[in-house]
């Protein structure tokens, strides 16, 4: 959803301090679409609105994408589940997988409303993006695998639970099936005929589904593993041995130096005026 709407070109100085947006250093992989600022609370920050005014750069500036980008997406997330019980029905399905992708969506419902709605503005939610330690690919990897083995395996538990039938001649996979019978059975042509209607694409064998669920829970287990093991030997914190050492992590540096006066007074920092920043630095 945040690559289909692009990442925000505009400087995100007034949301969070740190450098995320193109105009500040930041690549493709760095950029971020910011939070609104504290002050804004729980405005909605519509386009028209009183804040932006109808100016889209002030509106980018205010956080405006990513209020945007939250409430879409969570409407999207729960048309696509709906979309799962129209066509569970319309092949005669049982409804376990919409109610399987319930979960990802009380996830971000949870992320990037509830929180922050719980407190006191939308800048306690997630920006949109990879900046700092998450820029670590074996951490990327590992919310990937772990996450995304979590979704396969309730997709997978839905999907066989939704094909079960009464072994016999009346089998009809809406109809409860017969506890006693010897052993469960499921149809693999009706899984594939629901998972190539909503995705396009489906597994041809049991054998590759299987493979593929094992490998990416491993897989998402070893790299978050390696992960935790780069960070405790310091390779996210030293520039010289940064995973992915860009103009954004070098722009937060500088930042976090320039704020330390303001955020640290009790250390009484002094900065020479020539170190400072002047005007629009960034």
């Given at each position: ?75 999207g997330l729960i048309g696509f589940m709906l979309r799962q ?10 409804p376990y997988n919409a109610i399987a992708f319930s979960g ?98 489906a597994f041809s064998n049991k054998c590759w589904l299987h ?72």
């Amino acid at each position: 959803m945040t690559i289909a709407l692009g990442t925000t070109f505009v400087t995100s100085w007034y949301t969070n301090g740190l450098a995320n947006s193109y105009l500040e250093g930041c690549n493709f992989l760095t950029a971020a679409v910011s939070t609104p600022a504290n002050s804004l609370a729980h405005f909605v920050l519509l386009l028209w609105g009183p804040e932006a005014q109808g100016d889209f750069t002030r509106w980018c500036q205010l956080g405006g994408l990513w209020t945007f980008v939250t409430l879409h997406g969570a409407f999207g997330l729960i048309g696509f589940m709906l979309r799962q019980f129209e066509l569970a029905l319309s092949i005669q399905l049982r409804p376990y997988n919409a109610i399987a992708f319930s979960g990802p969506i009380v996830a971000v419902v949870s992320i990037f409303l509830i929180y922050p709605l719980g407190q006191s503005g939308w800048c306690f939610a997630p920006s949109f993006g990879f900046h700092n330690w998450i820029l670590n690919p074996f951490h990327m990897m590992g919310i990937a695998g772990v996450l995304g083995a979590a979704l396969l395996c309730a997709i997978h538990g839905a999907t066989v639970e939704n094909t079960l039938f009464e072994d016999g001649d009346g089998a009809n996979t809406f109809r409860a099936f017969n506890p006693t019978q010897a052993e469960e059975t499921y149809s693999m042509v009706t899984a594939n005929h629901f998972w190539s209607q909503i995705f396009g694409v489906a597994f041809s064998n049991k054998c590759w589904l299987h493979f593929f669920m094992l490998f990416v829970s491993v897989t998402g287990l070893w790299m978050s593993d390696l992960g935790v093991v780069g960070l405790a030997l310091n390779l996210s914190e030293d520039p010289e041995f940064e995973t992915f050492y860009t103009k954004n992590i070098l722009l937060n540096e500088c930042i976090r130096a320039w704020m330390a006066a303001q955020d640290q007074p009790h250390e009484n920092f002094i900065f020479l005026k020539e170190v400072l920043p002047r005007g629009n630095a960034l």
